[in-house]
């Protein structure tokens, strides 16, 4: 499975972005799928997952409220819809994909993810 993620860019503070992740094979219906982010000097985090069912959705702290994550099953893509944009958000994005449904209490968790995008660029300028 190859996942390509797109969408990034650069964006005044409270601006949006929406990421898009279209994975290679459609074996996507009962995999979890997750957006992971890394700043400059930082170690690579959560931001959002979603499961088989759009109702399964989890999102870090740092983020809840703001951002939202989809998923279109007939176009094998993921999407991550940000808004109220913040310098704090500025980082490469991934995307990621677990060929199984993950309980919530491991979707955080990068050894969990079996495939993961190239990643995008987001840049929040103050």
């Known amino acids: 499975v190859q996942l390509q993620a797109s969408g990034g860019g650069l964006v005044q503070a409270g601006g949006f972005l929406r990421l898009s992740c279209e994975a290679s094979?459609?074996?996507?219906?009962?995999?979890?799928l997750g957006w992971f982010r890394q700043a400059p000097g930082k170690e690579r985090e959560f931001v959002a997952s979603?499961?088989?069912?759009?109702?399964?959705?989890y999102y870090a702290n740092s983020v809840k409220g703001r951002f939202t994550i989809s998923r279109d099953n007939a176009k094998n893509t993921v999407y991550l819809q940000m808004n109220s944009l913040q310098p704090e958000d500025t980082a490469v994005y991934y995307c990621?994909?677990?060929?199984?449904?993950?309980?919530?209490?491991?979707?955080?968790?990068?050894?969990?993810?079996?495939?993961w995008g190239q990643g995008t660029l987001v840049t929040v300028s103050s």
């Open positions: 990621a994909a677990a060929p199984r449904p993950l309980a919530t209490a491991v979707v955080v968790n990068l050894g969990v993810y079996d495939y």
């Open positions: 094979v459609p074996t996507f219906s009962r995999n979890t």
């Open positions: 979603i499961g088989w069912s759009d109702v399964a959705t």
